[in-house]
């Protein structure tokens, strides 16, 4: 997997320390208070669900964070298919730091790979197609760098991180814009100005605003948001290769297939993020 721009050292440092000041606060009082500062512990993450495995790297970077020492053993690497009963990785050292940690841990890898499962299972549905799967940013507010990872992982793809590196010209902006013409215009305009190389999409809602988008110029994929997958073989043919396509709204693992069968470039699902069940997991002490 390419190492997407948004996981640099510095954006997990950040996640990380966050995450551990909500839940850690002015101290892990249950833990300061019952076990010894010396107590030493074993623990292995306990697989519950079959599924896609994901966040194991961010475990480690959160374990490490919070306590250099601990020692881990991994069993399976992020993007593994896992089973019920399998172990995912041991862990060693400081019972306090154990405990501490072990929440922010597992609500990043149950959700993570809650996602990559789904995201896996989707991907498996356009298999042979030349359609590719990916995320939006309908995700949960600080936890966008999580989720979208997560979606790499079970083989997606990454939509724009956020609203600074892709132009999107959806219905709002066209509309407040005045229509395809003008948001075009002012947006060409306005990279110029700012000496900003950014791509520029733009939703369209039938053939006629897709053909207005040709006609204009400039855009590097032009989405077809709910259409028909007769229209959208259309929308296909018109384009002719001339721009990417993306296809976009109310698209379900029923009608996921027939999607990707129109010949678009790309499938948007928001429901990657925004409606995932998390895998079932858990840390288990042993000797």
């Known amino acids: 997997m390419i190492r997407p721009a948004y996981l640099t050292d510095e954006a997990l440092t950040t996640f990380i320390t966050s995450a551990l000041a909500e839940d850690i606060g002015e101290g892990d009082h249950s833990s300061l208070a019952a076990i010894p500062a010396t107590a030493t512990s074993k623990a292995k993450l306990l697989i519950k669900d079959d599924g896609i495995i994901a966040g194991l790297e961010l475990a480690e970077k959160i374990f490490h964070f919070y306590d250099p020492n601990l020692v881990i053993t991994f069993q399976k690497k992020d993007g593994d298919a896992i089973k019920k009963g399998e172990i ?15 929440r922010l841990m597992l609500n990043c890898m149950q959700r993570m790979s809650g996602i990559a499962t789904y995201t896996h299972q989707l991907c498996q549905i356009i298999r042979g197609t030349s359609a590719q799967l990916m995320d939006t940013r309908k995700t949960t507010p600080n936890f966008r760098l999580p989720e979208k990872w997560a ?11 956020a609203l600074y590196d892709m132009i999107m010209l959806k219905d709002n902006h066209i509309d407040m814009a005045g229509g395809i013409e003008n948001a075009l215009i002012n947006t060409k305009a306005y990279l110029v ?33 709910n ?12 384009i002719n290769g001339q721009c990417k396509t993306e296809a976009s709204g109310g698209i379900t ?32 002490v042993f000797e």
């Open 88 to 102: 995912a990785f041991t862990i060693e050292g400081l019972s306090r730091s154990l405990l501490s940690t072990e």
């Open 151 to 161: 979606v790499l992982i079970g083989g997606g793809l990454n939509h724009r991180y």
């Open 193 to 225: 100005k700012h000496n900003k190389k950014l791509k520029i999409e733009v939703e369209t809602r039938n053939l006629e605003e897709v053909k207005e988008v040709l006609r204009v110029g400039g855009a590097d994929v032009i989405m077809l948001d």
């Open 227 to 238: 259409m028909s997958p007769e229209l959208m073989k259309e929308a296909v043919t018109i």
């Open 253 to 284: 693992e029923l009608t996921l297939r027939n999607v990707a069968e129109c010949g678009v470039d790309f499938i948007s699902v928001g429901a990657l993020t925004h409606s995932v069940k998390s895998l079932d997991l858990s840390l288990k």
